[in-house]
């Protein structure tokens, strides 16, 4: 296992997002190499924090390199926070991060099959275990592939592109990143395949989120770690594309609304209350220096709730 560096994203507009109390308990549901769950808990006094990863790397350097503090590190993913919180005998908290999206470390370590800029085998899976990308390119359907080209990468030639991956694997089933990188330049236009950005980019993407259960997981922690937080409790979520921020936007949206009635009703007949207030109501996106700083900052987006 390479090192596991962790550059924590947009910091200290997650620290002043979460308005820490010294003797709150706080989860980060993404705990990566540690970055942002030592920053938290070197904060806490009487609190206490605890961190999730389901990726065995990040849990092992996240246990590092959070020694000496007031934090717990439990390998699962963030959709199970309920059950990982109330094994530890906590049964709410007063804030929670959720940093999305793959690592810079899988990024980096090429054996883990996420990068299509290193030939490596065809894997992506964040937990190490389960079906794999390749698995999964060399058994789908064209029509699902397709379908997960589209809807998770939104890519405008999913339909040639997965043709192409079909008809490849008949002849070689696909087993590196490399190939598949291929498979995908060359089955877009020359024209795309000159521009600056690698043709394969929403492919990985796509099957990435696919492998992983990445949105159906979001959806489902963000309803859990919601549940858990006390009154005045606070939700900061990083996102790193228009996928996962679209979910994050509604369903903050959703919560901060008071009125459900259908918008055809002239005045509200629902009584609603709102459960949360959003704390920032437009996307806190990263500065000049950090950009400068960390490249994997220029697609974050950060949106903070706080619970009513």
């Known amino acids: 296992m390479m090192e596991f560096s962790h550059v924590p994203v947009l910091l200290d507009e997650c620290l002043e997002g979460l308005a820490i109390d010294p003797a709150g308990t706080y989860l980060d549901g993404t705990a990566g190499g540690g970055g942002h769950s030592s920053e938290i808990a070197k904060r806490l006094t009487t609190g206490r924090l605890v961190s999730l990863d389901q990726d065995p790397d990040a849990?092992?350097?996240?246990?590092?390199?959070?020694?000496?503090?007031?934090?717990?590190?439990?390998?699962?993913n963030f959709r199970n926070a309920r059950e990982a919180l109330e094994g530890l005998g906590i049964c709410s908290i007063n804030g929670a991060l959720l940093d999305l999206g793959v690592s810079s470390h899988q990024l980096d370590d090429a054996a883990r099959g996420?990068?299509?800029r290193a030939d490596a085998p065809l894997d992506m899976r964040m937990s190490q275990t389960g079906p794999t990308a390749a698995e999964l390119v060399n058994t789908a359907s064209r029509e699902e592939l397709a379908r997960i080209l589209r809807e998770y990468g939104e890519e405008p030639f999913a339909w040639a592109i997965a043709g192409r991956l079909v008809r490849q694997r008949e002849e070689q089933p696909f087993?590196?990143?490399?190939?598949?990188?291929?498979?995908?330049?060359?089955?877009?236009?020359?024209?795309?395949?000159?521009?600056?950005?690698?043709?394969?980019?929403?492919?990985?993407?796509?099957?990435?989120?696919?492998?992983?259960g990445e949105l159906d997981a979001l959806s489902e922690g963000l309803e859990e770690i919601f549940e858990l937080l006390s009154p005045?409790?606070?939700?900061?979520?990083?996102?790193?594309?228009?996928?996962?921020?679209?979910?994050?936007?509604?369903?903050?949206?959703?919560?901060?609304?008071?009125?459900?009635?259908?918008?055809?009703?002239?005045?509200?007949?629902c009584g609603g209350r709102a459960k949360a207030r959003l704390v920032n109501k437009k996307p806190i996106e990263a500065g000049g220096g950090e950009l400068e700083e960390n490249r994997r900052s220029r697609s974050a987006k950060l949106r903070v709730l706080e619970k009513l």
């Open 175 to 212: 087993a590196t990143t490399l190939q598949l990188a291929g498979a995908v330049a060359a089955a877009v236009p020359p024209a795309v395949r000159r521009k600056d950005k690698n043709p394969a980019r929403r492919t990985f993407q796509a099957l990435r989120i696919a492998v992983n």
């Open 232 to 269: 005045g409790g606070r939700l900061a979520v990083i996102t790193f594309h228009s996928l996962e921020d679209r979910l994050v936007k509604n369903r903050f949206r959703q919560w901060a609304t008071a009125c459900t009635c259908p918008p055809e009703y002239p005045v509200c007949v």
């Open 114 to 116: 996420f990068s299509y």
């Open 59 to 76: 849990v092992a350097a996240a246990t590092e390199r959070l020694k000496g503090l007031p934090a717990t590190v439990v390998k699962t």
